[in-house]
């Protein structure tokens, strides 16, 4: 790997030295093929260091951009927060003391298989456009485009407003406990003002109109992740038992599926929906305005319920992703556990929730305990950074949305330090885009890190 991490930094060099982006001035005339180029090209090499998380092993990625940064005369610093788990960040001065803006995103991918990909997932491939690889969208896409922003605004002295923090962490995956729960606590102090973060979550969505929402995440559901464990007594498999561990657990489970959630529209997706009301047509426009009356209309609540997205931002939702119980098909094992990936609306009670699970379980002898929880954050939308991202979207013919998302990311970290994050990724992804996240074949165009870095840079320069 080191030897294909130093190929980019000469790469790099290569450019500044070629004199490729030395332009006058840095905005609407940025050579944007060259951009175009190098973004691939970093994104590629990203790509190929495997920061598959567990276990994440993500210093190896946090060198990686710390030799970039050096390459450009910057002053990166890397950061250990476990054997093998680390990130990066560095400052790239702005001309007043304002609070920083924060550009995060997280080292770490989630497993592949490569035998379900088109292209080795770890393999960094381009090909008719697309960099393919696990990571392209989710989040090393967006790393290579905050990367790239420092680099150009640094290229040509370009000096922000205030200042900018490129900040790489691990273990986001997980829940960030190792990454920016640690960055939050042992780092962010000694940065000085940070004054707003800007994350993933949000991206740019276009919309039957033909419009483009520009879509940030102000507010998210929160995890409280469960596990299940019944215990029974174990033995041969050709003599069962009339209960087992195994029994006990579905049983359980089975009850837990068939519950019925409540459907719940709190301010925040009202709000959301209601800006999203503009891009639909029809009857749909009218219903999204109010979607707490619509839901009223069996119909129309039918119809807005079976699609996921939309059906997860009304309801507490839970769903059965883990059961480990035996080893060999005729022994009986004495225990068997379930892991239930729940995530709550803002304003939901997770023990409340968890009472309810205990009860749908109805048996004494399973026990329950929360893996994951952390409380529900928000951001307000009336901040100079919420408002210039209008702004770039007005520019576009489209509009800024304040979403919702039905994930969670490490922005709740920085919200909790009253710090304002937002989540946007400034690239336009549609739902075949989207599909690869955590899915197979995940990949993102050139067009997309292009057009990305130009909206980035003009973004940055543009906040007072």
Same mark, same amino acid.
């Given at each position: 790997?080191?030897?294909?991490?130093?190929?980019?930094?000469?790469?790099?060099?290569?450019?500044?030295?070629?004199?490729?982006?030395?332009?006058?001035?840095?905005?609407?005339?940025?050579?944007?093929?060259?951009?175009?180029?190098?973004?691939?090209?970093?994104?590629?090499?990203?790509?190929?260091?495997?920061?598959?998380?567990?276990?994440?092993?993500?210093?190896?990625?946090?060198?990686?951009?710390?030799?970039?940064?050096?390459?450009?005369?910057?002053?990166?610093h890397v950061f250990e927060?476990?054997? %093998? $788990? &680390?990130? *990066?960040?560095?400052?790239?001065? @702005?001309?007043?003391?304002?609070? +920083?803006? =924060? /550009? !995060? #995103?997280?080292?770490?991918?989630?497993?592949?298989?490569?035998?379900?990909?088109?292209?080795?997932?770890?393999?960094?491939?381009?090909?008719?456009?697309?960099?393919? %690889? $696990? &990571?392209? *969208?989710?989040?090393?896409?967006? @790393?290579?485009?905050?990367?790239? +922003?420092? =680099? /150009? !605004? #640094?290229?040509?002295?370009?000096?922000?407003?205030?200042?900018?923090?490129?900040?790489?962490?691990?273990?986001?995956?997980?829940?960030?406990?190792?990454?920016?729960?640690?960055?939050?606590?042992?780092?962010?102090?000694?940065? @000085?003002?940070?004054?707003?973060?800007?994350?993933?979550?949000? #991206?740019?969505?276009?919309?039957?109109?033909?419009?483009?929402?520009?879509?940030?995440?102000?507010?998210?559901?929160?995890?409280?992740?469960?596990?299940?464990?019944?215990?029974?007594?174990?033995?041969?498999?050709?003599?069962?038992?009339?209960?087992?561990?195994?029994?006990?657990?579905?049983?359980?489970?089975?009850?837990?599926?068939?519950?019925?959630?409540?459907?719940?529209?709190?301010?925040?997706?009202?709000?959301?929906?209601?800006?999203?009301?503009?891009?639909?047509?029809?009857?749909?426009?009218?219903?999204?305005?109010?979607?707490?009356?619509?839901?009223?209309?069996?119909?129309?609540?039918?119809?807005?319920?079976?699609?996921?997205?939309?059906?997860?931002?009304?309801?507490?939702?839970?769903?059965?992703?883990?059961?480990?119980?035996?080893?060999?098909?005729?022994?009986?094992?004495?225990?068997?556990?379930?892991?239930?990936?729940?995530?709550?609306?803002?304003?939901?009670?997770?023990?409340?929730?968890?009472?309810?699970?205990?009860?749908?379980?109805?048996?004494?002898?399973?026990?329950?305990?929360?893996?994951?929880?952390?409380?529900?954050?928000?951001?307000?939308?009336?901040?100079?950074?919420?408002?210039?991202?209008?702004?770039?979207?007005?520019?576009?013919?489209?509009?800024?949305?304040?979403?919702?998302?039905?994930?969670?990311?490490?922005?709740h970290y920085f919200r909790?330090?009253?710090?304002?994050?937002?989540?946007?990724?400034?690239?336009?992804?549609?739902?075949?885009?989207?599909?690869?996240?955590?899915?197979?074949?995940?990949?993102?165009?050139?067009?997309?890190?292009?057009?990305?870095?130009?909206?980035?840079?003009?973004?940055?320069?543009?906040?007072?």
């Amino acid at each position: 790997m080191k030897g294909r991490c130093c190929q980019v930094v000469f790469l790099v060099s290569a450019f500044i030295a070629a004199g490729i982006l030395a332009l006058p001035c840095i905005g609407q005339d940025i050579d944007l093929e060259a951009v175009e180029t190098e973004a691939a090209t970093l994104l590629s090499e990203s790509l190929r260091i495997d920061t598959s998380n567990p276990p994440g092993e993500e210093l190896a990625a946090a060198h990686f951009w710390e030799r970039v940064f050096r390459a450009a005369k910057l002053e990166p610093h890397v950061f250990e927060t476990a054997p %093998g $788990r &680390g990130g *990066v960040w560095v400052r790239l001065p @702005g001309r007043t003391k304002k609070g +920083a803006l =924060l /550009l !995060l #995103h997280h080292l770490d991918v989630v497993p592949a298989r490569p035998e379900e990909w088109k292209h080795p997932p770890f393999g960094g491939v381009q090909e008719n456009g697309y960099v393919y %690889g $696990r &990571g392209a *969208v989710d989040a090393k896409g967006l @790393g290579v485009v905050q990367a790239l +922003a420092v =680099l /150009l !605004l #640094h290229r040509h002295g370009a000096q922000p407003a205030r200042d900018v923090v490129f900040v790489a962490t691990p273990d986001e995956e997980a829940g960030g406990k190792l990454g920016a729960g640690w960055f939050v606590e042992k780092l962010l102090p000694q940065l @000085g003002p940070v004054a707003f973060v800007l994350n993933e979550g949000g #991206h740019i969505r276009p919309m039957p109109s033909g419009e483009l929402a520009f879509e940030v995440a102000v507010a998210e559901k929160t995890p409280l992740w469960l596990r299940l464990t019944a215990h029974g007594k174990p033995g041969h498999g050709s003599t069962p038992p009339a209960e087992t561990a195994v029994t006990k657990l579905v049983r359980a489970l089975a009850r837990i599926v068939a519950a019925a959630p409540e459907v719940r529209v709190t301010e925040e997706v009202q709000r959301y929906f209601a800006a999203l009301a503009p891009f639909q047509v029809g009857e749909q426009a009218k219903h999204f305005v109010d979607l707490r009356a619509a839901l009223k209309n069996e119909p129309f609540r039918q119809q807005f319920l079976l699609e996921p997205r939309q059906s997860a931002l009304v309801q507490d939702t839970l769903a059965v992703t883990v059961i480990h119980a035996g080893q060999k098909t005729n022994v009986i094992p004495a225990s068997a556990t379930a892991e239930l990936d729940c995530r709550l609306l803002p304003g939901s009670d997770p023990e409340s929730f968890v009472r309810r699970v205990v009860e749908l379980v109805g048996d004494p002898t399973i026990q329950v305990e929360t893996l994951l929880h952390f409380p529900p954050s928000a951001s307000p939308t009336d901040t100079v950074l919420y408002q210039t991202i209008e702004a770039l979207a007005r520019k576009e013919k489209g509009r800024a949305v304040p979403a919702v998302l039905t994930g969670f990311t490490d922005s709740h970290y920085f919200r909790e330090r009253g710090i304002p994050s937002y989540g946007f990724a400034p690239f336009v992804l549609t739902e075949s885009d989207l599909q690869g996240m955590h899915g197979v074949d995940e990949r993102i165009s050139r067009a997309n890190l292009r057009e990305g870095t130009r909206r980035l840079v003009e973004l940055i320069r543009e906040l007072p």
